[in-house]
């Protein structure tokens, strides 16, 4: 028979009982256990292993030069992500902007994920994935609720504004600080006439996406459903997070120099840390 777990003693009992549990969906502590490590990395440099549930969130503060890498591990996953500058929350991801300043609607290695005050928070170092969703936002409860009977955070169709709800509380930061997103292993593409189209897959397992922080940032992860995924069913696998120390980009790196555009913002990093 089971423990009792009404009783307070049979609690304890209980989830003393599951140290050491190890389930796919879940932190590694410390990170340097972790198996299946990117090419390269050095183990004690590692600060983030995690594997994201269908519809799991996250969020952590990485300083500047660490490397953040999202692994599609079954070739279904959708992470929808925010970007902060840790120090100051205000400053933030500007999808417009990070479109605009770069000449280019589908991001991919070498692109630049810009702040609203023209900086870089992070540069794409390496990606096997087509071009990230970056026109269509977040799903909500509402949109969940269309498609799937229910959309509610604590439900069995959690939607990623919901989860981005959560994963900011523990920053101090509310609903209202929810942007515009980017959404990896979702391409987008928009026809001359305006007509968006989704690529929901699914498809093959093990894609990446490997980012690298250029200013101290706070990350946010929500992976739930693409908001325009036509597919009936909660349609989303696990993802995995891996993150480990690193540089930011030196004055000879390719991507600094890669753009006018982009050196400029990366111009206004080296201003904003020469304090």
């Known amino acids: 028979m089971g423990a009792n777990t009404a009783d307070p003693y049979g609690a304890q009992a209980h989830a003393r009982a599951m140290a050491g549990a190890d389930v796919e969906a879940m932190p590694v502590l410390p990170p340097w256990r972790a198996d299946d490590l990117p090419a390269d990395v050095d183990r004690q440099s590692l600060v983030w292993r995690e594997t994201l549930a269908a ?28 970007l902060f500058n840790a120090a100051t929350p205000v400053e933030r991801l500007n999808v417009a902007d990070t479109l605009k300043v770069q000449w280019n609607a589908y991001l991919g290695q070498g692109g630049l994920l810009l702040s609203d005050m023209g900086r870089v928070l992070a540069s794409i170092l390496e990606t096997d994935a087509p071009a990230p969703d970056a026109f269509c936002g977040a ?9 799937y009977g229910d959309g509610f955070n604590h439900g069995a169709h959690p939607n990623a504004r919901d989860r981005f709800g959560i994963a900011l509380a523990k920053h101090g930061l509310g609903r209202a600080d929810i942007h515009p997103c980017i959404n990896w292993f979702k391409a ?18 093990g894609r990446s996406v490997t980012l690298r922080a250029e200013m101290d940032v706070i ?48 111009l206004n990093v080296d201003d904003y840390y020469r304090r």
């Open 55 to 82: 519809g799991g969130y996250a969020s952590r503060i990485l300083s500047r030069g660490a490397r953040l890498k999202l692994e599609d591990i079954h070739g279904d996953a959708c992470v929808s992500t925010l």
């Open 139 to 147: 799903s909500s409860q509402a949109s969940n609720a269309r498609k």
């Open 188 to 205: 987008v593409t928009v026809a001359g006439d305006g007509a968006v189209s989704l690529d929901a897959g699914p498809f093959a397992p």
């Open 219 to 266: 990350v946010v992860l929500a992976n739930c459903p693409h908001v325009l995924d036509p597919r009936a069913d909660y349609a989303i696998t696990p993802v995995r997070v891996t993150a480990w120390r690193g540089e930011p980009a030196g004055e000879a790196d390719p991507v600094r120099d890669r753009t006018p555009e982009g050196l400029r913002a990366f």
